[in-house]
T-cell receptor
Framework: DAKTTQPPSMDCAEGRAANLPCNHSTISGNEYVYWYRQIHSQGPQYIIH???NNETNEMASLIITEDRKSSTLILPHATLRDTAVYYCIVRGYGNKLVFGAGTILRVKS | DAMVIQNPRYQVTQFGKPVTLSCSQT?????MYWYQQKSSQAPKLLFH???????NEADTPDNFQSRRPNTSFCFLDIRSPGLGDAAMYLCATSRDPGQGHNEQFFGPGTRLTVL
């Protein structure tokens, strides 16, 4: 599975949109982009995934560039409870999850 | 609510004393995973069961074993814990991985301390 690169940390003001970038320049055509997050002392939680189209669910939006070499997870109105480590994972069909270092998102009031 | 349960949440053991961590699920998922997460690191897959088939990761030490007596339960056995095995152990479940998107559902983890 392709490797991902994420900034180690980001800050966001409460109520504002949090935009978390991820680079995956070696992604291949059949690999999906997944996002999970891990709130302190809890297990990781699935957020969203996509192949090439932008996706939205009740938690977040995922914007994937046309060349698929990068993506952005958007939390539209961040709250203090969104403070967590966010993992961007590129994963082939049916393959395992391989977690990278992730981005620590700190939402501040 | 359907969920993944891990007991205990905190486990203390002595150096070299065998310890078992347990995981149960009410999701009726085929696949159960065990991850190790050391402090300030990302979760690392140790092994997984697809139904009764055990799949070990190549770099998982022999000290770690697992049992899955039925669909609902899976155990992680550490035969001789060392100080380096202190970590959070996460259990996760998913449906058949061969069916495309299979979200993994994680339990809250068991934090293991080795004295």
């Amino acid at each position: 599975d392709a490797k991902t690169t994420q900034p180690p940390s980001m800050d966001c003001a409460e109520g504002r949109a949090a935009n978390l970038p991820c680079n995956h320049s070696t992604i291949s055509g059949n690999e999906y982009v997944y996002w999970y997050r891990q709130i302190h002392s809890q297990g990781p939680q699935y957020i969203i995934h996509g192949l090439k189209n932008n996706e939205t669910n009740e938690m977040a939006s995922l914007i994937i560039t046309e060349d698929r070499k990068s993506s952005t997870l958007i939390l539209p109105h961040a709250t203090l409870r969104d403070t967590a480590v966010y993992y961007c994972i590129v994963r082939g069909y049916g393959n395992k999850l391989v977690f990278g270092a992730g981005t620590i998102l700190r939402v501040k009031s | 609510d359907a969920m993944v349960i891990q007991n205990p949440r905190y486990q203390v053991t002595q150096f070299g004393k065998p310890v078992t961590l347990s995981c149960s699920q009410t999701l009726n998922h085929n696949v159960m995973y065990w991850y190790q997460q050391k402090s300030s690191q990302a979760p690392k897959l140790l092994f997984h069961y697809y139904d009764k088939d055990f799949n070990n990761e190549a770099d998982t030490p022999d000290n770690f074993q697992s049992r899955r007596p039925n669909t609902s339960f899976c155990f992680l056995d550490i035969r001789s814990p060392g100080l380096g095995d202190a970590a959070m152990y996460l259990c996760a479940t998913s449906r058949d991985p061969g069916q495309g998107h299979n979200e993994q559902f994680f339990g809250p983890g068991t934090r293991l301390t080795v004295l």
